[in-house]
């Protein structure tokens, strides 16, 4: 997608301004001209193409599936957390504006956290005045309630094996963390303008994505906090892809959805591959569980469009 027809599609709502600086910011860092395609990924069986299987009225910031194959999305514009059943079944709003509007994952007993203050606002100052809530919500019956405060505006949320909960803040650097017995450390870690989260299968690594304006993707030692490892440079994350939301396939690999470069990188060996493409705007991938609905082994898509897309190119049969 042309840079300035991306600039037309985000400068809209409350969240335009910090959107339209972080595209201005990657393209003042690098070169004039289009993003660069990643290499592709090395082929398997051919995929088929995505296929679209749900369609939110809204911007949707990120997806999680949980053991009974729904997938739940929050909703950035209104603030709601959305349940949908199964691929082509209708998005029911399970809460009303609970300020849901950053990353969403479902803990083991199948409860969802939920980030807030994922705005312009709670972005900017997030690191100087950490005011924002977790929030544990109620798969079925869509109840809400603070699981844990005084963190910086939560953009990406990640789940460790052990229960413990990292999150990100866009506008910020700091890295929070919450202990499965309540406690909150807003800057547990820093990394420059931190975006999508995840954890690595042993629980002894956090990856972080770095958005702008020198994209990469971070490794954290959880043993040692304080020194976060450049692991992907800048030179490989274009600098106008902008890097977003973050999942582990099932050997542990990273895989990242970019909004302007429109493709999801599998990362392998040190560098980052596609595994599709022309999906520009993309918010967020996860993949599915259980054996129905948004089913194990399927790698779904999520965007700024509000459409939930499944993506053949990403899957991992038998998984």
């Given at each position: 997608m042309r840079l300035d027809r991306m600039l037309r599609t985000v400068l809209r709502g409350p969240r335009a301004g910090f959107v339209a600086a972080a595209v201005l910011a990657a393209a003042t860092a690098a070169p004039a001209g289009p993003a660069q395609a990643a290499a592709r990924c090395a082929p398997g069986a051919p995929a088929a193409a995505p296929v679209r299987v749900a369609q939110l009225p809204d911007w949707v910031e990120s997806i999680a599936v949980d053991g009974r194959g729904r997938m739940f999305a929050t909703a950035y514009f209104s603030g709601r957390v959305y349940r949908i059943d199964a691929p082509g079944s209708a998005p029911v709003a399970l809460t009303g504006d609970v300020g849901a509007n950053g990353g969403i994952v479902v803990r083991e007993d199948g409860q969802l956290l939920v980030g807030t203050g994922n705005d312009l606002a709670h972005s900017l100052t997030g690191d100087l005045f950490p005011t924002s809530r977790l929030l544990r919500v109620d798969p079925d019956s869509g109840a809400v309630r603070t699981y844990a405060s005084g963190l910086g505006g939560i953009d990406g949320v990640a789940l460790a094996p052990d229960g413990t909960v990292y999150t990100t803040t866009l506008g910020g650097r700091n890295i929070g963390r919450v202990t499965p017995d309540g406690r909150v450390d807003p800057?547990?870690?820093?990394?420059?303008?931190?975006?999508?989260?995840?954890?690595?299968?042993?629980?002894?690594?956090?990856?972080?994505?770095?958005?702008?304006?020198?994209?990469?993707?971070?490794?954290?030692?959880?043993g040692d906090p304080a020194h976060p490892r450049l692991w992907v440079s800048a030179g490989l994350f274009d600098a106008l892809a902008l890097p977003d939301g973050l999942t582990l396939d099932g050997r542990g690999r990273p895989l990242v959805a970019t909004h302007a470069a429109g493709e999801i990188w599998r990362v392998e060996d040190g560098r980052p591959c596609s595994v599709e493409s022309g999906l520009p705007l993309s918010t967020q991938i996860a993949y599915g569980h259980g054996d129905r609905g948004f089913s194990a082994g399927r790698l779904y898509r999520a965007g700024v469009d509000g459409t939930v897309y499944e993506v053949p190119g990403g899957a991992e049969p038998g998984r």
């Open positions: 800057a547990w870690a820093r990394v420059p303008q931190p975006n999508g989260i995840a954890v690595s299968p042993d629980g002894g690594e956090v990856y972080v994505v770095q958005t702008t304006v020198a994209p990469g993707l971070y490794r954290i030692p959880v």
